[in-house]
């Protein structure tokens, strides 16, 4: 995922947006974003060093993929996780209340004589 689009948008949500808990969601979202985009450069750009090197440094590099790897695996569990539980809930809420009637509407629409 290109987290560009996270980069651009958030700043501006920060200007319109209230709810500390979602801003503060999407932030997290998008570091981890972008920390996973580290890991994965990482691991392509030194995927060929194995080969390569031999002897020891070989078995060294093997050892570091593999925690690379895991670091990788914990990365897309927290996207995950946040993608699927916690962001859900607080868009959903965020979005019913820009939806909902505000209370400068609903006096204005009395004032008017507007019903509905």
Known sequence: ???ALLDALL???VLICRDAHLLHELNQFRYQVHHLNRKVDYWFSHADEGL????IASVFWQQRRGVLMNSIRESIAL???SSQERLPPLLERRL???AAPT???VRVRRLLGWRN
């Open 1 to 3: 995922m290109d987290p």
């Open 11 to 13: 700043p501006r949500l």
């Open 52 to 55: 390569v090197e031999a002897g």
């Open 79 to 81: 996207l995950r996780r």
């Open 96 to 98: 019913a209340a820009l």
């Open 103 to 105: 209370a400068v509407k």
